[in-house]
């Protein structure tokens, strides 16, 4: 089955921080304080897996508010999106405006590969986009006890088998996006390097 919950804050960011790095298996994590009219949200940015060589993989975009409709300007507060396409959902393979191979209105748009590293370098290429102040959009599953969002990465394509099967689903990946003062937002997407490329409606891994 997906994840139970699904969906989108809005709001102001206030800071960031970084976990305390360790060796006891724990997975790594930038976070993010955001206000609300509700209060101040806890997100967990997942910048690293203990389960790979490489950590994760990661992109950065640049993304029109256009391509996010019909959540490119929500209210501040969290919003439940439904998992289908035209929600306002995220789907890395099968959003438009994210996928690798460009389809559509994007056909023209040379692919944008993911980048593969440590932590230290997922962290790099995600703080510089956290400037206080300035409005974020954190896509992923709300906490089930208090004001948080976690989940913020790919939430599907992983293998049969792993303690994350049954979370699998399509349009439910999470994603951090920070508007710019153009309007535009910056984008940071994440999945882990054991997540397929390709998966079925159900968002299961497709055969290689």
């Excluded at 139970?4 to 790095?21: E, I, Q, S």
């Excluded at 590293?117 to 703080?127: K, N």
């Excluded at 910056?186 to 290689?208: I, K, N, V, Y």
Aim: hydrophobic share 35%.
């Amino acid at each position: 089955m997906p994840l139970a919950n699904y969906g989108v804050l809005a709001g102001t960011l206030f800071r960031h921080f970084r976990d305390d790095p360790d060796d006891q298996g724990r997975w790594f994590h930038v976070h993010l304080e955001v206000d609300t009219p509700a209060g101040r949200y806890a997100c967990a940015i997942d910048v690293d897996s203990k389960h790979s060589s490489t950590g994760v993989r990661w992109k950065v975009l640049t993304l029109y508010p256009s391509v996010l409709e019909p959540v490119d300007a929500p209210t501040p507060g969290y919003h439940d999106l439904s998992p289908a396409s035209g929600s306002g959902a995220l789907d890395y393979l099968r959003h438009p405006a994210l996928a690798d191979r460009p389809r559509g209105l994007f056909r023209r748009r040379p692919p944008r590969p993911w980048n593969s590293g440590s932590y230290l370098e997922a962290s790099q290429a995600l703080e510089p986009l956290l400037v206080p102040g300035r409005e974020v959009l954190v896509f992923g599953e709300p906490f089930d006890e208090g004001l948080g969002m976690h989940n913020v990465h790919q939430n599907q394509g992983d293998p049969y088998g792993s303690q994350w099967w049954a979370d699998n689903g399509t349009w439910q990946d999470g994603a951090t996006l920070v508007r710019r003062p153009d309007g535009r937002y910056d984008a940071f997407l994440s999945r882990f390097s054991t997540q397929a490329d390709a998966t079925d409606q159900d968002g299961h891994p497709l055969p290689a």
